[in-house]
């Protein structure tokens, strides 16, 4: 079975700072995938990011910046000088090769960004 | 290239009562997955259609059920609505191999009073 934890469940920081979500994952098998959805207000899940099992560079678009370590089974999520139009819900998620495509989702972090 | 379509967005039946929700997936997705998000339990997977046949299903009563169609459009069907069953369920399209991204749509909130 897999799992994965999202320990922090609210962040609140102020404009411009850097925030990282932590994403902790659990799975027996050795091919997966991992995932970064934002959830806005509106409900919609939009699609950040996807990493394979066997992939572990870590990656950077523009403001955003993921680091995976199959060592400690993290995916965390940096978001550099943060600004209020990334407050939402962000979810971590991962689907294994065993599971067809069903996403297995973690309990997701709500981010606050003050002016 | 349109977005993932769900409708309608919002919904209010009564319990005993049975609702239809549609999905509309991306042109040329062929994997259709619905998704129930209640505050309670989060993001749960209901089911997953390929090509008109489930592929996979999670842990969720025989009450709720779905249908993909030849244009991969998806409904999914929930009898004898229980209070509990109010959520925002929301679909997602992809290619159908396991390695492709879900693209989700804007949901359907339902509300069972």
């Known amino acids: 079975a897999q799992k994965v934890t999202q320990a922090q469940t609210e962040i609140s920081v102020v404009e411009k700072e850097d925030v990282t979500l932590d994403c902790v994952y659990e799975?027996?098998?050795?091919?997966?995938?991992l995932f970064w959805y934002k959830q806005p207000p509106s409900g919609e899940l939009v699609f950040l990011i996807r990493?394979?099992?066997?992939?572990?560079q870590n990656e950077i678009s523009g403001r955003y910046s993921w680091n995976f370590q199959k060592s400690t089974s993290s995916f965390n999520f940096t978001i550099t000088a943060s600004q209020v139009v990334d407050s939402a819900v962000y979810f971590c998620?991962?689907?294994?090769?065993?599971?067809?495509?069903?996403?297995?989702f973690g309990g997701g972090t709500r981010l606050m960004v003050k002016p | 290239k349109a977005g993932v379509t769900q409708t309608p967005r919002y919904l209010i039946k009564t319990r005993g009562q049975q609702v239809t929700l549609s999905c509309s997936p991306i042109?040329?997705?062929?994997?259709v997955s619905w998704y129930q998000q209640t505050p309670g339990q989060g993001l749960q997977f209901l089911f997953e259609?390929?090509?008109?046949?489930?592929?996979n299903k999670g842990n969720f009563p025989g009450r709720f059920s779905g249908r993909q169609f030849s244009n991969s459009r998806s409904e999914m069907n929930v009898s004898t609505l229980e209070l509990g069953d109010s959520a925002l369920y929301l679909c997602?399209?992809?290619?159908?191999?396991?390695?492709?991204?879900?693209?989700f749509g804007p949901g359907t909130r339902l509300t069972v009073t």
């Open positions: 997602a399209s992809s290619l159908g191999g396991v390695e492709g991204e879900q693209y």
């Open positions: 042109s040329g997705h062929r994997s």
């Open positions: 799975t027996r098998d050795t091919t997966y995938y």
């Open positions: 998620a991962l689907r294994t090769d065993n599971a067809g495509n069903m996403l297995t």
């Open positions: 259609y390929f090509s008109e046949t489930q592929r």
């Open positions: 990493r394979n099992s066997f992939d572990e």
